[in-house]
């Protein structure tokens, strides 16, 4: 039988202390060092809600669980730190799942963060649990010296940026979902889903230059996370779907009447791009940036006054009157 204690152990032996704690896993509490992280972030995964063991491994569940965590810093326009994680398991324990868990975690921090940052456990809680697995994680990270990047900030007549291209997580997991078509079929669409890729060094290249004048990721999808941008800046906004591409896999589902392209692309979450608005004549900035590091930049629209609220413009080019598919919680089913 595996106790609280020898997990405590072995996520000790598998993450190192990180850079910026003084005292790290061991103690009842982590200590930080003096004035060096000023973001915090959490996200849960719930088994059966975020995620089916029979969809996903554990090192996926990993991955994900650490990835949405950088993608909230990364869209503040910081730098990612330490993070604590809390974990309910139902007993009996099954430790390779667990410990492939961490493998995924350890995955992303070598792949998706940097070579400037340092990304380990800080600490954490595991407890036992007679429901479904519930993974919380807590991030810690640095603003960029001119301060964090926040949604309150847009102003009418800013550019609407997407960065990387929204729609293929939702895809994948549509994919997954289909009894239609051959998931081998479509690996890259479900890696996406299984495996997103946010944008943690452009958040924080965005951040230091001061390009954008607010930023989101695209966690929930394009038009509910645009919205989030919209009402914290007290703005409407103009949203072209048109300008952005679509994966000749994805109209294939459509014909295959697996989903809605125009839903995955405008109501998907997941891929964890970012999303921001950019004044003007900082735009030549952005695609000098979008060349020296190689990066998929849409620009997709225009911030306006708020008497215009947000006019969306579908993937044909038409305006779009219809609600496109979102996933909310709490909503009543």
Request: aromatic share 6%; glycine share 12%.
């Amino acid at each position: 039988m595996t106790t609280e204690f020898e997990l405590i152990d072995k996520l000790s032996a598998a993450f190192p202390p990180p850079e910026g704690l003084s005292i790290g896993i061991g103690d009842d509490a982590a200590v930080l060092d003096p004035g060096r992280f000023d973001l915090v972030t959490m996200d849960t995964l719930v088994e059966g809600v975020h995620f089916r063991r029979e969809w996903c491994e554990a090192t996926d569940v990993g991955w994900k669980s650490l990835a949405a965590n950088l993608s909230d810093i990364a869209a503040m326009g910081g730098g990612p730190g330490a993070f604590f994680l809390s974990l309910a398991l139902p007993d009996p324990v099954d430790l390779a799942w667990v410990e492939g868990l961490w493998t995924g975690m350890q995955e992303a921090s070598r792949v998706l963060v940097p070579d400037s940052f340092e990304v380990s456990a800080g600490g954490g809680d595991i407890s036992q649990t007679s429901g479904p697995i519930v993974i919380t994680l807590t991030m810690l990270g640095e603003a960029s010296p001119a301060g964090p990047v926040l949604r309150s900030n847009a102003v009418p007549g800013d550019r609407i940026v997407v960065l990387n291209t929204p729609g293929r997580a939702a895809a994948g997991l549509a994919v997954l979902q289909s009894d239609a078509v051959d998931a081998k079929e479509y690996e890259e669409l479900v890696r996406a889903y299984r495996r997103p890729c946010p944008e943690v060094r452009a958040g924080g290249l965005l951040g230091l230059a001061g390009v954008p004048s607010s930023m989101i990721d695209t966690s929930d999808g394009l038009l509910q996370d645009m919205g989030h941008i919209l009402n914290a800046s007290e703005v409407g906004a103009r949203v072209e779907g048109f300008q952005l591409p679509v994966a000749e896999s994805m109209s294939e589902l459509e014909d295959a009447e697996v989903g809605c392209v125009e839903d995955w692309v405008l109501g998907g979450g997941e891929d964890f791009c970012l999303l921001m608005t950019v004044p003007p004549a900082r735009m030549p900035k952005l695609w000098d940036m979008a060349r020296q590091y190689g990066w998929e930049v849409h620009d997709i629209g225009e911030i306006r006054g708020p008497e215009e609220g947000l006019q969306v413009l579908g993937l044909d080019g038409k305006p779009l009157d219809r609600q496109v598919d979102q996933f909310r919680h709490f909503e009543a089913s």
